[in-house]
């Protein structure tokens, strides 16, 4: 069967992400795929081979845009400035896009040779943020990991509704955001002491 004119894989993982930001990741099948773009089933095949494709497809899709996102928040900024900017969009992002957000959480890192290189690309732009505090190799490495886990685990408990009391989120974002921070200035502030000893 001949594609559809029309169709191509942008426009099907435009509408996947659609179907997963609003229904949940659950929701996105091929059949209902095909239904929301108005297209039998295998017509879908000549641009992805199965549901696990399109997933590792919608992986792909969501890091291109996060790294973008994150890219153009620490453009022009530099330590806490550049933190703060990336972290709050790294959470915007994920409101924004909460099944696709998990579709790039699913998909197994080394499903993909490309998949992993993108991924990889989110890091690489945090290290570059973490390593204008001069902490060091290995503890620039520790400082991202930290980084990370405060923005994944602030995103994943407001998507899963465990904030429940009526506190304004992005004042607590920015609180647990300057916690980090203050972390950071005491570890290099011990760092420099050790150093001038």
Do not use: C
Request: proline fraction near 3%; glycine fraction near 8%; charged fraction near 20%.
């Amino acid at each position: 069967m001949s594609p559809r004119p029309g169709l191509d894989l942008q426009t099907i993982l435009k509408t996947a992400t659609k179907l997963a930001d609003t229904n949940g990741l659950e929701a996105v099948t091929l059949a209902t795929l095909a239904k929301t773009l108005q297209v039998k089933s295998p017509s879908l095949y000549n641009h992805v081979k199965g549901l696990q494709v399109l997933k590792i497809e919608m992986a792909k899709y969501g890091y291109r845009q996060l790294n973008d996102q994150l890219a153009e928040a620490a453009i022009g900024r530099s330590q806490d400035a550049a933190v703060h900017h990336l972290g709050k969009r790294y959470v915007s992002f994920v409101r924004s896009h909460p099944g696709l957000y998990e579709a790039m959480l699913r998909a197994p890192r080394a499903a993909d040779e490309e998949l992993e290189a993108i991924q990889s690309r989110s890091i690489q732009i945090v290290l570059q943020v973490m390593n204008e505090y001069k902490l060091g190799e290995e503890e620039t490495l520790h400082a991202v990991r930290g980084l990370r886990s405060i923005l994944h685990g602030f995103a994943s408990l407001e998507q899963n509704g465990e904030f429940g009391l009526p506190l304004k989120l992005d004042i607590s974002l920015e609180l647990a955001l300057n916690a980090y921070l203050a972390g950071i200035k005491a570890l290099n502030d011990i760092n420099s002491s050790l150093s001038g000893s």
